[in-house]
């Protein structure tokens, strides 16, 4: 039975006495979405169907995990997979596909052994079965090491690109072969633990991300900022060199920080979100010595609130701002629809996918998407659905502002914000959707026309629809009435929509969304799918004669330039 059968039961959005909040039944196995597959390290072709425009030119890159066991040692978690890097070559309307294996340190040790040697976010490292059993006790007793298995998604860092995870480590990464260049140790150059996979780029390419760092103080969030350009353009080698922290803010628990995925940025704010879901760090340290993989350590804490911590760019100055429990946390997918726009009235706007609970980041583990029938419909009806939301933040407030009024002043909104005590405003979300939205699983990998609408106001975004574990719908949101369109086929699982500009554009959606569609019932039949981004029709279809499994995060590459595009379309500019 299809899940498209099943519409109705998804308007439930609380949670009742059983936990569950929505009563999907009939849910399609996609077991093979998490299957092992081969690299396709030289070029090969694709079978186009439809048109696909012959003004996209460059690179569809896309990160996901591709190897879900080493020898007889399997993965437990989604996120635990090997980093199968993925890029779709466009050119002259023709697709050609290849992919390559990650060289990261964890992958080669684990081929060499056969087995999982470095452990991931779920699965824990077992000892070296040639060791004597002294020896494997002794080993359960070491602090875990961080991985270097970039899965999460492709960035750039002053026009070089980079894979990434949450650890401290990124890989330097060729976008034409694919090749493993360099690992990168955030480390070596600020004093962080890790930085999110997630940064945010200004205009000018100056880049900020967060990490955490650790001490006998207990735990604490950064804020890093990296310059946009290499001191040195002739030195193919410089990194992160120039990265500088803007501003450290302690974690409300020491022991416990929170966690998070991404954070938010307007031109002159970065905003950090610090949720009810925790990071219990004695529990994360010790996980080796109990068999207990980092994911044992995340939890959620309903009894929390969620704080607002603004912080200004230029000055590193912290003002937090905190809203009520149990109302939203930051999506585990939240990634650009963050886009945070400040006005002249003294209001910051902040947009993101939320829910209502944290619990679902470890539901997705491996055994979880694998299972069939009532079992997989257990997982999914246990698991809140997440939607896209927005906060309105006042930027002045002082010991002069009157409590118990809402401070948001703009008429076309309803969110509000109201000062509870001197240092505390509590705010309230709008709903950016109506209540089609419900009927197609809420929206996760969120994205909009983030080269030019970043940081500005603006109108439309996209996603997928989640009525499955994954995406099985796309959708594009029109801020303008909280209208959708949806891309839909039942059987097809598309990933996150990436809106790639048409040359020259005049209107935010004049362009292009390309998709990676996973077909898990159909062998071998995987395709690149792009849509006008206007219409949210289909242009074309690229299909690729391998397996690929279901990815996060991607980005398009482009090579063509207003001018060249001028150039070959005999156009004149105006």
């Not at 975004?461 to 949806?486: A, E, P, S």
Request: net charge neutral; aromatic share 10%; hydrophobic share 30%.
């Amino acid at each position: 039975t299809s899940s498209f059968n099943t519409i109705s039961s998804l308007k439930k959005t609380k949670k009742n006495k059983d936990h569950h909040y929505t009563d999907v039944h009939g849910l399609p196995c996609i077991e093979k979405i998490v299957a092992s597959v081969d690299e396709t390290p030289e070029p090969i072709s694709t079978n186009i169907s439809g048109t696909i425009p012959e003004w996209i030119s460059g690179n569809f890159l896309r990160n996901g995990p591709g190897k879900f066991e080493i020898g007889n040692n399997k993965f437990n978690h989604w996120f635990d997979g090997m980093a199968l890097l993925h890029q779709f070559k466009i050119a002259g309307g023709q697709v050609t596909y290849k992919s390559r294996f990650l060289g990261s340190d964890c992958y080669t040790a684990n081929s060499e052994n056969s087995r999982i040697v470095v452990s991931e976010f779920g699965t824990v490292a077992m000892p070296d079965p040639c060791k004597n059993f002294f020896q494997r006790f002794l080993s359960r007793f070491e602090l875990p090491k961080a991985s270097d298995n970039d899965n999460v998604s492709f960035v750039t860092y002053k026009g070089d690109y980079y894979v990434s995870t949450e650890t401290n480590f990124m890989h330097k990464v060729d976008p034409e072969t694919l090749e493993t260049k360099e690992k990168v140790d955030w480390s070596k150059f600020i004093a962080v633990n890790g930085a999110t996979a997630h940064p945010h780029t200004d205009p000018d390419g100056t880049t900020y991300n967060m990490g955490n760092s650790y001490s006998a103080k207990g735990a604490i969030y950064n804020i890093i900022r990296v310059p946009p350009t290499k001191t040195t353009p002739e030195n193919p080698e410089e990194t992160l060199e120039g990265a500088t922290v803007v501003c450290s803010i302690p974690s409300v628990d020491k022991a416990r920080p929170s966690y998070y995925h991404s954070f938010a940025m307007s031109e002159n704010y970065v905003v950090f979100i610090e949720q009810p879901i925790k990071m219990d760090l004695l529990k994360i340290v010790t996980g080796k010595l109990r068999g207990k993989g980092i994911s044992d350590g995340v939890y959620w804490d309903p009894k929390l609130e969620t704080i607002f911590h603004l912080i200004n760019k230029q000055t590193g100055k912290v003002r937090p701002w905190s809203r009520m429990p149990l109302n939203s946390w930051e999506s585990q997918f939240l990634l650009k629809l963050n886009s945070v726009k400040y006005y002249e009235d003294g209001l910051l706007v902040m947009d993101l996918c939320a829910a209502d609970d944290g619990k679902a980041i470890n539901n997705y583990i491996v055994q979880n998407m694998r299972k069939s029938g009532e079992a997989l419909d257990e997982v999914y009806n246990t698991m809140c659905r997440v939607f896209p939301r927005r906060f309105v933040l006042p930027l002045n407030v002082d010991k002069e502002t009157p409590c118990g009024q809402n401070l948001n002043s703009r008429p076309d909104s309803t969110a509000t914000a109201t000062k509870t005590a001197k240092d505390k405003v509590f705010c309230t979300h709008e709903d950016l959707h109506d209540e089609e939205l419900h009927s197609y699983g809420g929206l996760e990998f969120p994205q909009i026309n983030y080269a030019k609408y970043n940081t500005k106001p603006y109108r439309y975004f996209y996603g997928c629809g989640f009525r499955h574990l994954v995406g099985d719908t796309l959708i594009k949101m029109d801020l303008q009435g909280k209208k959708m369109k949806v891309w839909e086929h039942p059987g097809l699982y598309p990933s996150e929509p990436v809106f790639v500009p048409l040359p020259g554009a005049t209107e935010e959606d004049d362009g292009v969304i390309m998709s990676v569609v996973i077909t898990p019932n159909k062998d071998k039949s995987t395709f690149l799918l792009v849509l006008d981004a206007k219409t949210f029709k289909e242009l074309g279809r690229a299909e690729v004669p391998v397996n690929i499994p279901y990815g996060f995060h991607g980005t398009f590459n482009s090579t063509m330039t207003h001018r060249r595009y001028l150039s070959e379309n005999k156009l004149e500019a105006h």
